[in-house]
C-alpha cells in the first residue's frame, strides 16, 4: 500500500452514500478505547502539537508505528514539511495537556509546550513525564478519505512507570485491570 517515495500514496476510496452506516460507524468508534498521544512536530514549518488516538505500533524489526491525522489540521501539513514527528503517550495526570492540545483550552493554550517539554534525536517536543514517548522520522504518508496515514521510523524511545490516559464514549479515564 504504501511506496518508498515522499509524495502521498492516495488510496481510492470510493465515497459512500449510506448516511445510517457512517452513524454506526461513528457510534462504534465512539465505543472503542484509545490511549491519548499528543502528535508533535517541529522544524521549518513551525512547532505544532495536536491530541490523537489513531497511533498504531507496525513493527519492532526496524521500529516503526503509524499515525492518522486530520488533512486539514495544520500539524498534518507541518509534519510533511519537517519530515518528523514524536508521539507522546499521555498518563493520567496529563489531562490538561490532552484538551489544550485538542483545542479545548482555547487559542491561548493550544500550542504551549511549557518546561516539562524537552526534545531528543529530532527538533519534535518530547514530554519528559510521558509514559510513553517515541520520537520518529516521517518516512511515508498515504492519503484515505479524510486522513493522512503517516509511517514514522523510530529513532529514539522512553517510557516511564507511570498510568497511560484513555479515552472512550467522550470521556477520558485509564485502563483498570480484572482480577486474575
Ligand atoms: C481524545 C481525542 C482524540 C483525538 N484523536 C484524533 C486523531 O486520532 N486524529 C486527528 O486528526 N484528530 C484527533 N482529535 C482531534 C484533534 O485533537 C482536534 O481536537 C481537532 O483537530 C480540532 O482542532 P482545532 O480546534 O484546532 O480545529 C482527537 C481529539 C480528542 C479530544
Do not use: K
Not at 75 to 82: F, G
Not at 104 to 127: D, V
Request: proline share 6%.
Amino acid at each position: 500500500m504504501v511506496t518508498e517515495s515522499f509524495d502521498p500514496v492516495r488510496l481510492s476510496l470510493t465515497p459512500s452514500t449510506d448516511a445510517e452506516l457512517r452513524r454506526r460507524f461513528i457510534a462504534g468508534m465512539g465505543r472503542t478505547t484509545g490511549a491519548v498521544t499528543v502528535i508533535t512536530t517541529d522544524g521549518t514549518a513551525g512547532r505544532f502539537g495536536q491530541t490523537v488516538t489513531a497511533m498504531m505500533s507496525v513493527s519492532a524489526d526496524p521500529p516503526a508505528l503509524v499515525i492518522g491525522l486530520f488533512r486539514g489540521a495544520p500539524v498534518a501539513d507541518a509534519v510533511r514539511t519537517n519530515r518528523c514527528f514524536a508521539v507522546n503517550v499521555l498518563g493520567v495526570d496529563h489531562l490538561d495537556i490532552a484538551q489544550a492540545f485538542a483545542g479545548q483550552g482555547g487559542p491561548s493554550s493550544r500550542y504551549r509546550f511549557g518546561e516539562e517539554w524537552t526534545s531528543l534525536r529530532t527538533a519534535s517536543p518530547i514530554l519528559t513525564t510521558a509514559p510513553a514517548a517515541f520520537d520518529c522520522h516521517a518516512e511515508q504518508f498515504l492519503v484515505a478519505g479524510t486522513h493522512l496515514l503517516i509511517v514514522g521510523r523510530v529513532v529514539e524511545a522512553h517510557a516511564t512507570d507511570t498510568t497511560g490516559l484513555t479515552y472512550v464514549s467522550r470521556a477520558y479515564g485509564h485502563h483498570s485491570p480484572l482480577p486474575a
